[in-house]
């Protein structure tokens, strides 16, 4: 590989982890991602540092927590003196960005990136200069010249596609399956084809709504479930026993509801249905990231390309009778991580790590300085076997005040209750709120969380010394939520 290698950096949106075979999916057709796997280092447990949309993608492109950036929550912008790995990259990289921002306005260049090809754009009403209002997602005119009238601004792709009826091609990963190999098969002749490329290439999908053209791919009846599936969290917090009768009750995502997203999850056959979809998208962006990868191998760059996948948070799919994200659950907060660097052998990676060491590790890749007031660490002593993960804390939080609507006043005020989780080194993990019911799990012997420990006299010191490891962290990040004393 030489100095400057290309990076490609595939980002999807609500994707879980055990939506590969290399996580113990053992009959998803993710064929591409399999092969993918084959050649990576892969990061047996990563997590996001909060599991809702905006504030864990400002971690990834910027290498700081959730109270670094200042987005808490969604609907935030990134402010102009946030640096994104981007800004931060060597001057010889050449810098481009398709797909979800969700950073602000979707559809005008920012932060660095020397191209920028849009799909969203139901934010520019909110956070576009007033000159850039005509401005459209470039998605929008893609759907234009294939006969299909794009949403209005004031819609959400996520209330709209459900009812568009769109083929594989025409949703937002078919498009991003045309764009980013034209990207790729173009970069030898270009301008600036002396210089290595970041990409990112930023998947909506297999974000909801629990719909696609693949639908049927998966046979809902006989579709694997675990032991969470459809499991009343009784012993954990309140927010989450809210929201899973909240859901099994019937309930569905509002902004979903509007655009025809319905499913009845008062049955079995209703859940497993909206599962089984929701697997079929992530097969849907798995037939796209074969094009992108087909791109490098065409043009003879697939071996001078490191490539990262991972998703900026996971989905609950039904398990703790639950939907979507905003939860420290496992099926929320954590999600795949592969690594493909030619010249490094494939492995495993056990251990924890978080996505806030991305930035530090993908400078490093490119022969960059690590800035001191990034917040995360390069993993590259990981990935090159001088170091592991066995001593490694990660973090995760919530902050949702503020947010939308999630179904009823109750659920409301409880996720406005902030959360801090530290999953230990030894695969403890300890969820602490000054509002609500506190959790601790111990992964290895109950992986599906299932059995709350918290209130477990024999747990005291280790909820101690977990307690104690997380407000060294706060005081670290300058984090200033107030925690119970435990």
């Known amino acids: 590989m030489a100095d400057r290698p290309n990076i490609l950096f595939i980002l999807t949106d609500q994707q879980r982890q055990d939506t590969m075979a290399c996580y113990g999916n053992d009959w998803i057709q993710t064929p591409t991602l399999n092969a993918l796997a084959e050649e990576s280092v892969i990061f047996e447990n990563a997590y996001v540092s909060q599991p809702v949309c905006t504030p864990s993608r400002a971690t990834i492109m910027t290498g700081l927590y959730p109270q670094a950036t200042g ?28 797909g979800k ?9 920012q932060h660095g990136f020397d191209k920028w090809i849009s799909i969203e754009d139901f934010h520019r009403p909110r956070f576009t200069k007033r000159e850039y209002r005509s401005v459209e997602a470039d998605y929008n005119k893609y759907l234009r010249e294939n006969g299909v009238e794009p949403p209005p601004p004031t819609l959400s792709y996520e209330s709209w596609a459900a009812g568009a009826n769109l083929p594989e091609r025409l949703t937002q990963a078919g498009f991003l399956g045309e764009v980013a190999p034209e990207f790729i ?15 990112f290439v930023n998947f909506f999908e297999p974000h909801p709504p629990y719909t696609g053209p693949l639908n049927g791919l998966y046979d809902p009846a006989t579709l694997p479930v675990g032991p ?7 012993s954990g917090s309140l927010v989450n026993r809210l929201r899973a009768d909240h859901y099994m009750g019937g309930g569905l995502n509002p902004l979903g509801v509007a655009g025809g997203d319905v499913h009845d999850t008062t ?9 089984a979809q929701y ?4 097969t849907l962006v798995d037939n796209q990231i074969a094009k992108i990868i087909g791109a490098l191998k065409e043009t003879g760059q697939y071996d001078n390309t490191i490539i990262i996948f991972t998703s900026e948070h996971g989905e609950m799919a039904g398990d703790h009778g639950m939907l979507e994200k905003r939860s420290l659950y496992e099926e929320a907060a954590r999600v795949p991580l592969l690594m493909k660097l030619s010249g490094v052998d494939s492995k495993r990676v056990p251990g924890s790590v978080g996505l806030v060491d991305m930035v530090p590790t993908m400078l490093e890749m490119m022969g960059a300085e690590v800035p001191e007031h990034l917040q995360g660490k390069s993993l590259m002593p990981v990935i090159d076997g001088a170091s592991d993960l066995d001593d490694n804390d990660v973090f995760v939080q919530w902050n949702g005040m503020g947010d939308r609507n999630l179904g009823s006043p109750a659920i409301n005020r409880m996720v406005s209750v902030p959360w801090r989780s530290v999953i230990a080194g030894d695969r403890w993990k300890l969820n602490l709120s000054p509002g609500d019911q506190c959790e601790l799990y111990d992964l290895n012997t109950d992986p599906h969380e299932l059995t709350n420990l918290f209130d477990q006299p024999e747990h005291r010191d280790r909820i101690r010394q977990m307690a104690a490891r997380l407000r060294l962290w706060q005081a ?9 004393a435990v």
């Open 228 to 234: 969470g599936f459809m499991n009343r969290p009784d």
């Open 101 to 109: 921002w969700h950073l602000g306005d979707d559809s005008i260049p």
């Open 279 to 282: 697997f079929d998208n992530v």
């Open 185 to 199: 098969r173009g970069y030898p002749e270009s301008d600036f084809s002396n210089r290595p490329f970041l990409a």
């Open 71 to 98: 987005l808490h929550r969604n609907n935030i912008p990134l402010s102009r003196d946030a640096q994104t790995i981007a800004e931060l990259a060597p001057d010889d990289y050449y810098c481009a960005h398709m």
């Open 267 to 275: 049955t079995e056959a209703g859940w497993r249905k909206l599962r």
């Open 476 to 484: 670290e990040v300058n984090d200033d939520v107030a925690l119970p």
